[in-house]
Nanobody, 124 residues
């Protein structure tokens, strides 16, 4: 079992930055890939970024590439999503999630554990 808690969301102006954190409790955090997803009102949940258990492989959605950076600190049982140059279309609830072995970390179906989400609102 793994429990995930996101923090760091809030209200920011367009062009600003936020850093989301995902704190994990439970066993073997360093055996899970960590993903970030978001869901805007009236839209489906979409993939944002993912990082392998070691941090050696990272994936980004095209819409955030070059603006967002994901990282992890296995010693602290934490994953992070640094979001720069935020746009109003980035407004959503952001979720972190944990996945065991998969060949497709872009799919929400591959993630067994989810946080409760944190709201990010970008004003224009």
């Amino acid at each position: 079992q793994l429990q995930l808690v996101e923090s760091g969301g809030g209200l920011v102006q367009a062009g600003g930055s936020l850093r989301l954190s995902c704190a994990a409790s439970g066993r073997a955090f360093d055996t899970y890939a960590m993903g970030w997803f978001r869901q805007a009102p009236g839209k489906e949940r979409e993939f944002v970024a993912a990082i392998s258990w070691s941090g050696g492989s990272i994936w980004y959605a095209d819409s955030v590439k070059g603006r967002f950076t994901t990282s992890r600190d296995n010693a602290k049982n934490r994953a992070y999503l640094q979001m720069n140059s935020l746009k109003p279309e980035d407004t959503a609830v952001y979720y972190c999630a944990a996945s065991g072995y998969s060949d497709n970390y872009l799919s929400a179906d591959e993630y067994a554990y989810w946080g409760q989400g944190t709201q990010v609102t970008v004003s224009s």
